[in-house]
């Protein structure tokens, strides 16, 4: 048997606590050595709750003080890229939650660093970790024909989240929630609505499509909050096909959610319900082929990202969210930001994706 990946969790809020640290915990071919968090308290409660040896305050620190073959990132978007960079050149791999970055200059050259130095580095866009997803990956690549246009819709509930400024309703010392400081300052989120779900979206579209993003035009409303909460974008992709995207906020509490994507083939239409993890390709002629997800399996996978890193870093299976593709979801959403402040269409930054479009 081999040994055990030494590994540590990089961030103790909300979404290391619902995620991540059950299946570090979970885990028999993991070792599970530190938790870094500069909320001391939070630090060293996950530790003693998920069986971490050591709790740390600081990144630099722990990797002076512990060895460690992974780390998983779950901090706040702005802090992404230099923690990431700091694991990387310390000789460690990295799943970083989304998004890889906030900026396409950052997320390219982490994507550029990780390469140089042989390390693996992978991002936590969930959907991609579904049980369907390859196949439905594998759909798009060679059963709709020529790709001439997609749509894609993403609603939730965030508002109330991207409203929450003040720390002192932030649920500082509570990470069973989510802490909304980190999404509703735009100096740690980089973003709303963008930096937050369509990440999600559009990271799962370029995946599936195997294209970058060639140019955006997009409209934004803040919703007089501190960062957009109602985001909608056209744009252009590699080849000629075009698309659009859309991501509100604002859907009410108790009110039903879409997480979807429609991709429009010469051949055939796919639409993949992110949310249910299915999908339907509905083919010239009249025919329609149901993608089901195992009713063994959770539509959202949000255990399966830990698990399924350790096996890319093992070599067993190809990394199922690589950050190459998510740096150029991440070009895509900083392009639109700025097309929405200036009123313009933006040449998306592109730079080398090496995944091949191939599954
Ligand atoms: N994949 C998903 O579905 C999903 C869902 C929710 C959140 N997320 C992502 O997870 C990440 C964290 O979100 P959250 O809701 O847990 O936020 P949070 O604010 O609850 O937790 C972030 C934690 O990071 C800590 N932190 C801040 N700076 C740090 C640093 N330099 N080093 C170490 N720790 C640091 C904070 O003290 C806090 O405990 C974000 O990237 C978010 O987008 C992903």
């Avoid at 909300?14 to 028999?28: I, S």
């Avoid at 559009?202 to 409209?219: C, M, P, S």
């Avoid at 252009?236 to 879409?258: N, Y």
């Avoid at 539509?299 to 199922?320: C, M, Q």
Wanted: hydrophobic share 45%; aromatic share 6%; net charge negative.
């Amino acid at each position: 048997m081999t040994a055990p990946l030494r590994f540590a969790m990089v961030g103790a809020g909300w979404w290391a606590h619902r995620a991540h640290l059950p299946a570090l915990a979970a885990d028999a071919s993991i070792e599970f050595i530190a938790v870094c968090d500069p909320n001391e308290s939070r630090a060293n409660a996950a530790a003693r709750e998920f069986g971490a040896t050591a709790a740390f305050t600081d990144v630099a620190a722990m990797i002076d003080a512990v060895e460690i073959d992974c780390a998983v990132v779950a901090t706040p978007h702005t802090t992404h890229r230099p923690i990431v960079e700091a694991l990387l050149r310390a000789g460690v791999d990295v799943l970083v939650e989304k998004p890889l970055a906030t900026t396409a200059d950052d997320a390219w050259s982490l994507v550029e660093l990780a390469r140089e130095l042989g390390r693996t580095l992978s991002v936590g866009l969930t959907y991609q970790y579904a049980e369907t997803a390859a196949q439905v990956r594998e759909i798009v690549a060679t059963r709709i024909g020529e790709l001439v246009c997609v749509n894609a819709e993403f609603s939730s509930q965030t508002e109330g989240l991207f409203g929450t400024a003040d720390p002192a309703a932030a649920h500082l010392d509570d990470p069973s929630v989510p802490h909304g400081v980190s999404y509703a300052d735009p100096r740690l989120s980089g973003g709303g609505q963008g930096q937050t779900q369509l990440t999600h979206l559009l990271g799962n579209l370029l995946w599936n499509t195997g294209k970058q993003a060639r140019e955006v035009f997009a409209y934004m409303n803040n919703r007089g909050l501190a960062v957009d909460v109602v985001d909608a974008l056209t744009f252009r992709l590699d080849d000629g096909a075009i698309g659009t995207a859309s991501s509100t906020g604002t859907t009410p509490e108790g009110s039903a959610v879409r997480h979807r994507i429609r991709y429009h083939g010469t051949r055939a239409v796919l639409e993949h319900d992110l949310l249910t993890a299915e999908a339907w390709l509905f083919e010239a002629g009249g025919g329609i082929r149901h993608i089901e997800n195992p009713h063994d399996q959770p539509a959202y996978a949000l255990s399966r990202p830990v698990p399924t890193f350790a096996r890319v870093v093992r070599g067993e299976i190809a990394n199922p969210a690589p950050a190459d593709v998510a740096a150029a979801s991440v070009a895509l959403i900083e392009a639109a930001y700025i097309s929405a402040a200036e009123h313009r269409p933006v040449q998306v930054p592109r730079g080398a994706v090496h995944v091949s479009k191939e599954p």
